[in-house]
């Protein structure tokens, strides 16, 4: 059996150059090898020598997310991190955004996946906090290539509002567990998937297309003038809420049907010339659409 993805959709004629493109991390921009294609990377130079500000939306903490991004030379403009709850500055650093969770649902969080037996990671200061120092915990901290902060009780680092909080478990219990936890929150936490074996859980209005509605405000760009591209089920929110949404054909199905353009992750370099080439056009001749999140 090939393992090649599968047939994509051709890049559609009438491209635009926008005022803002926006695109997940691990799985869109970052393989799974976690190198950069070499399309890629040349297909980021040319947004940029175009002007077009390209803004990385990612689950990842904000100090693992620069030092990745920094191998394509994105060191300086805005970066929306741990999943829209904070947005941030790549050269001077500075927190431009930040929506933590409140202490008392940080606490309640804690406390239910202590009796559910399941592991929990707590970011508090772009830190990384665990009660036990397991497998999932090395695993990640790894991944992210960031510290690891073993504490005896974590009710007591989220006496400071957390940015996030992930419980981390088998792909097949996230599936189970997801719908629980969204139910138990519902309407006081965002609560999404968004690695196979990820739950994400941040304050409600901390996703990644409000945190986009609030960088297109700050930039002076258009909402009908954007494009967002993602793989994860945390990425539907903005590919709905950008004018162009883009998958990468090695997504799920799920998130595949909620674009507009579906291209496989080695034809994203080649996507962003071609948003780079393309005409300008007049804002006044786009509608945005109608999304939730925006």
């Known amino acids: 059996m090939s393992d090649d993805p599968p047939p994509v959709t051709d890049l559609p004629p009438d491209l635009f150059r926008p005022d803002l493109v926006a695109c997940d991390l691990d799985g869109t921009l970052l393989a799974p090898s976690l190198e950069f294609l070499p399309g890629t990377a040349v297909g980021v130079e040319r947004l940029r020598v175009a002007g077009v500000p390209l803004v990385v939306c990612t689950g990842r903490m904000f100090k693992s997310a620069r030092r990745v991004i920094a191998q394509l030379g994105l060191t300086s403009g805005p970066i929306v991190c741990y999943q829209g709850a904070l947005v941030a500055d790549l050269g001077t650093r500075e927190w431009t955004r930040h929506l933590p969770i409140s202490t008392d649902l940080a606490t309640d969080v804690v406390l239910a996946m202590r009796e559910l037996a399941r592991h929990v990671n707590v970011y508090v200061g772009d830190e990384l906090y665990v009660e036990q120092d397991d497998d999932w915990a090395r695993r990640y ?17 989220v006496t400071t509002a957390p940015t996030k909080i992930v419980v981390t478990t088998d792909p097949d219990d996230v599936t189970k567990l997801l719908p629980e936890l969204q139910a138990r929150w519902d309407g006081r936490l ?25 960088l297109c405000e700050r930039l002076s760009a258009a909402r009908e ?31 595949r049907a909620a674009a507009d353009l579906v291209v496989s992750r080695d034809r994203l370099g080649e996507l962003f010339g071609a948003l780079a080439a393309a005409p300008s056009g007049d804002r006044g001749q786009t509608e945005a659409k109608a999304a939730p999140g925006g």
């Open 225 to 255: 003038r954007t494009v967002a591209c993602g793989d994860g089920w945390n990425d539907i929110d903005m590919i709905r809420w950008a004018k162009l949404g883009v998958a990468v054909a090695e997504a799920s199905a799920d998130v």
């Open 190 to 214: 965002y609560v999404t998937r968004s690695l196979p074996h990820f739950i994400e859980i941040s304050d409600p209005k901390a996703t990644k297309s409000a945190a986009l509605s609030y």
């Open 141 to 157: 901290a790894e991944y992210a290539e960031v510290g690891l902060n073993v504490v005896p009780d974590l009710t007591a680092v």
